[in-house]
């Protein structure tokens, strides 16, 4: 059964940083597309930033976060991580990693932030509070 697993959350300053993982069960996450994507009360879902597949080395971020944000792969701990650095009071929500619906695909990209319906397995979330 796939699983993942959102851990890091919390409760930050603006300026700070925060380390977001997700961790992957029941499957190896090297051959997804991993997306972080995020909600904040009363807005839509956004897509925040992909990575894809271990060999094709590709990420993607959203425009609000590029420069600030940065996702990798951990492959000996089949986790995926979001460093998240110089957070605004508008970064904060519940973030989700969500894994591709299809092994072996090439999804990530700066437009494939929008599809989210192409993630089939979602992690429950974490929460992100960027506040003074």
């Known amino acids: 059964q796939l699983q993942l697993v959102e851990s890091g959350g919390g409760l930050v300053q603006p300026g700070g940083s925060l380390r977001l993982s997700c961790a992957a069960s029941g499957f190896v996450s090297d051959y997804y597309t991993i997306g972080w994507f995020r909600q904040a009360p009363g807005k839509e879902r956004e897509g925040v930033s992909c990575i894809g597949l271990a060999r094709d080395d590709i990420t993607a971020y959203a425009d609000s976060v590029k420069g600030r944000f940065t996702i990798s792969r951990d492959n000996a701990k089949n986790t995926v991580t979001l460093q998240m650095n110089s957070l605004k009071p508008d970064d904060t929500g519940v973030y989700y990693c969500?894994?591709?619906?299809?092994?072996?695909?090439?999804?990530?990209?700066?437009?494939?932030?929008?599809?989210?319906?192409?993630?089939?397995?979602w992690g429950q979330g974490t929460p992100v509070t960027v506040s003074s």
């Open positions: 969500a894994a591709d619906s299809r092994p072996y695909r090439s999804l990530c990209s700066s437009d494939s932030l929008t599809f989210a319906d192409e993630y089939g397995y």
